[in-house]
């Protein structure tokens, strides 16, 4: 179904509806994301706190978890603290500034999120866009935002 029947309205121009559209699809992609990660008992900033501590190989301070979060959150902690409850993070003061808490996947978070993978693989091998369309997706996506 065309953005226009989903919305019910007429555009100004194209850039207007490409921006409509990209919220709407945004919108999109977060729904079918929060309705998978529901079955985990996951949010999808918890999500993104577990990707981002995968992917940094090592510990990483709070601050800077917060840092690289897709959609900023005032309250890492408290999304830290209900992690560390499903087992899926750890916390451990810094052994040169104990001021400093380091944060550290664990084995069921790792676990967890190679399901998850396997279940958003969903979405990319239903073929909605071939390679060549998410490269210039991609490269459209970064001229808007004027990188």
């Known amino acids: 179904m065309s953005l226009e029947n ?3 309205a007429k555009f100004k121009s194209p850039i207007q509806k490409a921006i409509i559209n990209i919220r709407f699809t945004s919108n999109w992609i977060g729904n079918y994301h929060n309705n998978q990660l529901s079955n985990f ?3 999808l900033p918890q999500f993104n ?3 981002i501590l995968r ?3 090592e510990p990483l301070s709070i601050n800077l ?3 690289r979060m897709l959609e900023k959150s005032p309250n890492v902690t408290r999304l830290v603290d209900k992690l560390i409850q499903k087992q899926m993070v750890t916390r451990d003061r810094a052994k040169k500034d104990k001021r400093v808490i380091k944060l550290q996947i ?3 978070g ?3 999120l190679e399901q998850l993978d396997q279940v958003f693989d969903d979405i990319n091998a239903s073929n909605l866009l071939s390679h060549e369309e998410a490269e210039q997706l ?3 996506l970064d001229k808007l935002r004027g990188e």
């Open 55 to 57: 992917g940094a190989n």
């Open 138 to 140: 991609n490269i459209l």
């Open 65 to 67: 978890v917060r840092d």
């Open 106 to 108: 664990t084995a069921h």
């Open 41 to 43: 008992g996951l949010t």
């Open 110 to 112: 790792l676990m967890t």
């Open 49 to 51: 706190i577990l990707r």
């Open 6 to 8: 989903h919305v019910k």
